[in-house]
């Protein structure tokens, strides 16, 4: 995967987010193992707490389009941010759910690619369906 092409992917998609809250944009591509690629940005309300990030709206979409977690080659997020631009919890907790602990995750932000991380990197030891016995 050519780092280049996916920061250019996703300042594209980025121009989709709806924020006109926060107007802090972020865009979210996982490419698959067999070249296709799932999006999400994030999507804000008036109400706020219905505000779904980007993450997680990519990560609703690789289910609805009937893949899982071994379907996946990269997790690829932007953020507005000008510091690293991690995922907040709410999205960790649910990434864990879905994809696998050592999932490759690429962050760039405002400015640059900021690194390349897994997700349990983000979440060590996480709470999952294996904790519920
Ligand atoms: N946001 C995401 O889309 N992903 C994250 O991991 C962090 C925050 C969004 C939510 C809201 O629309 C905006 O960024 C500011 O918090």
Same mark, same amino acid.
């Given at each position: 995967?050519? +780092? !280049?092409?996916?920061?250019? &992917? ?6 989709? $987010? #709806?924020? =006109? ?11 698959? +193992? !067999?070249?296709?690629?799932? &999006? ?6 008036? $109400? #706020?707490? =219905? ?26 997020? #932007? ?55």
């Amino acid at each position: 995967m050519d +780092k !280049n092409k996916v920061y250019e &992917e996703l300042k594209v998609l980025r121009t989709n $987010a #709806y924020v =006109p809250y926060s107007k802090f944009r972020v865009a979210c591509i996982i490419y698959l +193992k !067999n070249g296709k690629k799932i &999006e999400g940005v994030n999507v804000e309300n008036a $109400a #706020y707490n =219905p505000t779904i990030c980007g993450e997680r709206t990519a990560v609703s979409q690789l289910v609805t389009q009937g893949y899982n977690k071994d379907d996946v080659e990269l997790l690829a997020l #932007y953020t507005d941010s000008e510091g690293v631009g991690s995922p907040c919890g709410t999205c960790r907790q649910t990434l864990i759910e879905l994809l696998n602990p050592d999932q490759k995750i690429w962050i760039f932000n405002i400015n640059e690619f900021s690194g390349e991380y897994t997700l349990e990197y983000f979440l060590p030891l996480s709470f999952t369906k294996t904790d519920l016995g």
